[in-house]
Structures are given as structure tokens and as C-alpha cells.
């Protein structure tokens, strides 16, 4: 499973964000944080409609995705995301 990040290197919150993925991906088995800036990776930002770091996107094993976040989440909301997208 893939937990797309969206930071920017001018976004303090990515920090925290950056921390609480960490956590998602130490407790989710096979779990990967993908992380993309969005000054250097323009064109995935692009295609995901990113217009806010941090972006957080989890998506299912169809590639539909089953949340978004917009801002720091909690750990709790990654973890019932990540449940959503077995």
C-alpha cells in the first residue's frame, strides 16, 4: 500500500506530517510512504490536483482514491484510511 505526500521544502507542517506517515508505515504492514516535492515533481502535483502541501493521498489497490488529506492528519485518520483501501 502507498501513502502518497505532497510537501514543499518551505512547509513547516510537512514536518509533522513527515512524522505521523512515519508512524502509519512502521505500524501498516507493507506499507510505503511515497513522498513528492512539488516544486521539483510539477507534474505528479499536477496530476493529483495537488494545491496545498501537505497533501496526504491514500489509495486502494484499483488506484481510486480513499482519502485525501489537506493539512497535518492525525494518525488515527491515516490508519482508518489505510484500512479503507485493503
Given at each position: 500500500m502507498e501513502l502518497t505526500f505532497f510537501s514543499s521544502s518551505f512547509c513547516e507542517p510537512c514536518t509533522l506530517t513527515r512524522?505521523?506517515?512515519a508512524e502509519a508505515e512502521r505500524r501498516?504492514?507493507?506499507a510505503v510512504v511515497r513522498e513528492y516535492d512539488v516544486a521539483r515533481d510539477t507534474s505528479v502535483a499536477e496530476a493529483n490536483r495537488i494545491?496545498?502541501?501537505p497533501t496526504v493521498i491514500v489509495k486502494d489497490g484499483t488506484g481510486a482514491e480513499v482519502y485525501r488529506a489537506v493539512g497535518v492528519p492525525t494518525l488515527a485518520q491515516v490508519l482508518v484510511a489505510a484500512a479503507k483501501a485493503v
Open positions: 512524522a505521523v506517515l501498516i504492514p507493507d494545491r496545498t502541501t
